[in-house]
């Protein structure tokens, strides 16, 4: 048998130059910086970003502030570490430095996502996306139901459908990815632009709940209000960029659908 040493075994790291973009915050100017990172095989951008703070000192050598960034779960559940990563957005924690930038030398580019305001750096505020959902009134009202005994039954194929439809997580990449859903800061404007393809489809998650669509009337008269789901352009980026492969398209039909059979029966209704 031949000895091996520790050094033998570990491979060697690689170095991958990160370009990212920089700001203090919102309307202030940005600004690029690149850092030459060591890489092990298997790493993924957030712990790239873990290096960087810890040495926070530019391919130029010039030390920096440390990069600011969110995050949460690390395993693409939490959605908060969502950025533009070499031009297309996704979760940073599930992107693998050994698919991105295999070879030495390689550059990886990130940026905070276009369509929230940044806080800082790769950090935006998505308050903008749990507004909406309170807009369509995103839950369940369970208050005084605990002592009516079981809930409803429901069949095993709404079950699929609304199991696939809860693991939207609120990243926001397929409202980063939607030409519809535009950067907006003004309160009153807010409440009439695009709520995007996210929003509808949990409108459709909750509706299809049993106990979920007593407010399917207030989700219905919401998405066919200003900003509602009329406004899709049927672009369809929102299916192509979702990390959890959840059927948005099919969402946008079907609450489309919903609400003109809604905004017709309240014209006959007379309401």
């Known amino acids: 048998m031949i000895a091996t040493t520790d050094n033998a075994k570990k491979p060697k790291p690689r170095t991958v130059r990160f370009r990212i973009k920089r700001s203090d915050g919102h309307g202030k100017p940005s600004r690029w910086e690149t850092f030459d990172v060591p890489v092990q095989p298997g790493e993924n951008v957030i712990s790239c970003l873990q290096s960087i703070a810890t040495h926070p000192i530019t391919s ?11 995050a949460g779960c690390l395993e693409e559940v939490c959605g908060a570490c969502t950025m533009v990563i070499n031009g297309k957005v996704r979760q940073s924690c599930s992107c693998l430095i050994d698919e991105y930038a295999p070879e030495e030398g390689d550059e990886i580019s990130l940026e ?16 903008r996306l749990f507004n909406d959902l ?34 939207c997580m609120s990243c926001g990449c397929c409202l980063e990815a939607c030409p519809q859903y535009t950067l907006e800061t003004d309160e009153e404007a807010l409440e009439k632009t695009f709520v995007g393809a996210a929003i509808i489809s949990q409108a459709r998650y909750f509706n299809l709940h049993e106990t979920g669509k007593q407010l399917e009337k207030e989700r219905l008269d919401a998405l066919s209000s200003p900003g509602g789901v009329q406004e899709c352009g049927n672009a369809q980026n929102c299916v192509q960029v979702c990390p959890k492969e959840i059927p948005l398209t099919e969402s946008i039909a079907a609450m489309g659908r919903a609400v003109t059979f809604h905004k017709v029966k309240q014209f006959f209704a007379g309401e």
Request: net charge positive; aromatic share 10%; charged share 35%.
């Open 134 to 167: 309170k807009r369509i009134k995103g839950w369940v009202p369970l208050d005084g139901t605990y002592n009516l005994g079981p809930g409803p039954k429901e069949s095993r194929d709404k079950q699929q459908t609304r199991y696939k439809l809860s693991e």
């Open 112 to 127: 905070p996502m276009s369509k929230f305001p940044v806080v800082r750096d790769l950090w935006v505020d998505r308050d």
């Open 60 to 70: 130029e050598g010039k030390r920096t502030t440390p990069v600011v960034w969110d």
